[in-house]
């Protein structure tokens, strides 16, 4: 890979996990990171440059969808549980 596109791919999982992060809700927030952490190490190996551009694409759409699921979990916050203080 080469090293432009391994600094992209950096990028989008920083920027996932920052916005997992970002989810009110305890449950949904450790789904969420445990998710793009799973991903990320799953696709560790990936070399085809082609292979690289679909993932960083689906990255980018599931990025858009973690930020819209953010913004919805904020409109309906709930209280925090115990474990969440």
Same mark, same amino acid.
């Given at each position: @890979? =080469?090293?432009?596109?391994? =600094?992209? +791919? &950096?990028? $989008? #999982?920083r920027? @996932?996990?920052? %916005?997992s /992060?970002?989810?009110?809700? #305890?449950n949904?927030?450790t #789904? =969420? +990171?445990?998710? *793009?952490?799973?991903?990320f190490?799953?696709n560790?190996?990936?070399e085809?440059?082609?292979?690289? %551009?679909?993932l @960083? *694409?689906?990255?980018?759409?599931? $990025?858009?969808? &973690? /930020?819209?699921?953010?913004t &919805?979990? /904020?409109?309906?916050?709930t209280?925090?549980? +115990? +474990?969440e203080?």
């Amino acid at each position: @890979m =080469a090293a432009s596109a391994r =600094a992209q +791919v &950096i990028s $989008l #999982y920083r920027v @996932m996990l920052t %916005e997992s /992060k970002k989810f009110p809700s #305890y449950n949904f927030r450790t #789904y =969420a +990171v445990r998710r *793009v952490r799973d991903a990320f190490r799953a696709n560790r190996t990936v070399e085809d440059p082609k292979a690289v %551009e679909r993932l @960083m *694409v689906e990255g980018q759409q599931t $990025l858009e969808l &973690i /930020k819209r699921q953010v913004t &919805i979990g /904020k409109m309906y916050e709930t209280q925090k549980n +115990v +474990v969440e203080d």
